[in-house]
């Protein structure tokens, strides 16, 4: 939150339950501004605090953690473009075995879309064809909502891959898995990934983390996966 408003992000708390004994059991929150996910995306992880607890009646030093989850919002409206360039048509007849049914004008179409991957480059031919109506601009205008779905259907499961490569990295709360140590007593704040470390415990508390940001996105964020 601190870190939200010290870079003038909007942010809103959707969700939130609170420990049964004192402070937060879990919390969502939004942040929306220019670059947020890029900036703390390398927050995933588990956060090790080491302090006093002011709840500890004996004044021992408690060990605690919090695991931090970032996920970008999926943006669900999806535009659909058909690159006319890419397109082409044929038509055929349509109609059946022969007599008084059969088709005499070509009223069924063939659509061929030379399909670009624009996550890959991967080319590869879409071949859709429609005999529904004896009308061909009937049978053009459902052979293209035919190839929107398809098209529409590959963006969907190309965002659910990529959500699904961002719920992998989720990691457990466990010993040794920690990405960065709190200690108020040593007054350090160390991140075990890039080794950057600082003594100023509380300006980190008050949100000031852009050091550790920059350190982890210096060395881990040209990194696909």
């Known amino acids: 939150m601190r870190y939200a408003e010290n870079h003038k992000y909007k942010l809103t708390i959707s969700?939130?339950?609170?420990?049964?004994?004192?402070?937060?059991?879990?919390?969502?929150?939004k942040l929306e501004g220019e670059y947020a996910y890029g900036y703390l995306k390398g927050e995933n992880g588990v956060h090790r605090l080491v302090r006093v607890s002011p709840y500890n009646a004996q004044g021992k030093r408690m060990t605690s953690f919090a695991s931090v989850f970032v996920?970008?919002?999926i943006d669900d409206s999806i535009?659909?473009?058909?690159?006319?360039?890419?397109?082409?048509?044929?038509?055929?007849?349509?109609?059946?075995?022969?007599?008084?049914?059969?088709?005499?004008?070509?009223?069924?179409v063939r659509l061929r879309y030379q399909y670009k991957d624009p996550y890959t480059g991967e080319e590869e031919e879409i071949l859709i064809e429609n005999t529904e109506t004896r009308d061909q601009p009937k049978n053009k205008e459902n052979a293209l909502r035919l190839l929107k779905s398809q098209l529409y259907d590959r963006e969907m499961r190309h965002r659910m891959e990529e959500q699904n490569k961002i719920e992998a990295g989720k990691?457990?709360?466990?010993?040794?898995?920690?990405?960065?140590?709190?200690?108020?007593?040593?007054?350090?704040?160390?991140?075990?990934?890039?080794n950057y470390q600082t003594s100023d415990v509380q300006g980190v508390m008050d949100g000031n983390i852009d050091a550790f940001l920059k350190a982890w996105l210096m060395e881990f964020g040209g990194k696909k996966g």
């Open 15 to 29: 969700n939130l339950l609170e420990a049964e004994d004192a402070g937060i059991k879990q919390v969502t929150m």
């Open 71 to 73: 996920t970008p919002l």
């Open 79 to 108: 535009e659909i473009v058909v690159e006319q360039s890419r397109l082409s048509w044929d038509t055929f007849r349509s109609g059946g075995a022969g007599g008084q049914n059969v088709n005499k004008v070509e009223s069924g």
């Open 171 to 194: 990691l457990k709360i466990e010993w040794g898995s920690q990405i960065r140590s709190y200690v108020f007593d040593d007054r350090r704040v160390k991140d075990h990934r890039t």
